[in-house]
């Protein structure tokens, strides 16, 4: 029988998302069987983890979204999300076996491939890196090029600190990135790295505009990405497939509702998200078209580009970032691009 924490929360979620009631019920109805109580706890359904770059947030609702509507569970998952902040070695962490996923973006994931590490890329969750620099809507900056010369806060270890310099020529006074907003209020000359989705929402309550300059402009353009360790995937590539494919419903659900219920349980998890702040998150993802990229250019939620990605590991090669060179054939689980075809359509 299901404890009362699960009852509550199937009768939230079916309250909140009708088109799941068959779902739901098959659930409730395994639950309620003695002979089937395995099935509610989880014991034949295959246990996997997977590990966040941040704290929960609108920038991963769309997996919260798939634990949140069941759809894990309707593709034989059990999946814990794990958060984290500043985890360096998460793709250490996927490659080792100590965790099944991770997300983050192509550029590390491929470096760390040209590493060594035994890994491979699943989909695209966000066809484009919400990245950016931010300057006062003050500024004389209009473009990356007008950085040339200037103060900027950022972490000098991101990819894109080497292609502004070697691709574009541009080379700011670089300021390590420490998070906070004080010196980027106190100056309006200065510029700082951010999230578009993210700091300008606490600048904008303190009555600051900001003028943003997206670095996915620049030509260097990674995805964000889901992936697993080559094993994981040659040995599972059934779990592998429905973790994809929920995951993909996931994003799609959640681009297409107003995210109060999926915004409503992130609270729970982080209480700093707010209902404003998670409005102005989805809001600017959507503006900016993060999650399904631009139709006219052929990128649909999930979907790889062999063009964009090809020029991906020439930009990382050409900035001596990669230890050896990659085979794009190989370092992608291009069989699970059918499951994004879907969405392209």
């Not at 502004?164 to 670089?174: D, E, I, Y």
């Not at 107003?258 to 209902?275: S, W």
């Amino acid at each position: 029988m299901a404890n009362a924490p699960q009852m509550a929360r199937l009768l939230r979620i079916f309250g909140l998302k009708m088109r799941y009631i068959t779902i739901i019920s098959l659930f409730l109805m395994f639950s309620c069987s003695p002979e089937n109580s395995d099935v509610a706890k989880g014991n034949e359904k295959t246990r996997v983890t997977l590990q966040t770059d941040w704290y929960p947030q609108p920038e991963h609702a769309g997996f919260y979204t798939a634990e949140l509507d069941l759809l894990f569970q309707a593709n034989d998952l059990e999946v814990s999300i794990r958060p984290g902040a500043n985890i360096r070695n998460i793709p250490q962490m996927v490659a080792t076996g100590r965790i099944e996923f991770g997300i983050g973006t192509s550029d590390n994931v491929f470096a760390a491939i040209s590493r060594g590490a035994p890994l491979i890329a699943l989909f695209p969750y966000f066809q484009r890196d919400p990245q950016c620099i931010m300057v006062h809507e003050s500024s004389d900056v209009f473009s990356l090029e007008d950085l040339d010369g200037r103060v900027l806060m950022i972490n000098p270890g991101v990819a894109y600190v080497q292609y502004l310099g070697k691709k574009l020529g541009v080379k700011p006074q670089l300021v390590p990135l420490d998070y906070s907003l004080a010196r980027f209020i106190a100056d309006p000359e200065f510029a700082q790295q951010c999230f578009l989705t993210s700091e300008p929402y606490y600048l904008k309550e303190q009555g600051i505009d900001v003028r943003l300059l997206p670095l996915a402009n620049s030509g260097f353009n990674p995805y964000r990405i889901a992936y697993t360790s080559r094993d994981f995937y040659e040995n599972n590539r059934e779990v592998v497939r429905a973790f994809t494919a929920a995951s993909l419903e996931g994003w799609r659900t959640y681009m297409e509702s107003d995210g109060t219920a999926v915004h409503a349980y992130l609270a729970t998890l982080n209480p700093q998200q707010t209902p404003a702040f998670t409005s102005f998150t989805k809001q600017a993802m959507e503006q900016y078209q993060l999650i399904s990229g631009t139709r006219d250019k052929g990128e649909s939620l999930g979907k790889f580009d062999r063009q964009r990605l090809s020029l991906h590991l020439q930009h990382l090669s050409e900035l001596q970032l990669l230890d050896r060179e990659l085979d794009i054939e190989t370092v992608v689980a291009w069989e699970l691009q059918d499951l994004a075809q879907v969405y392209a359509e």
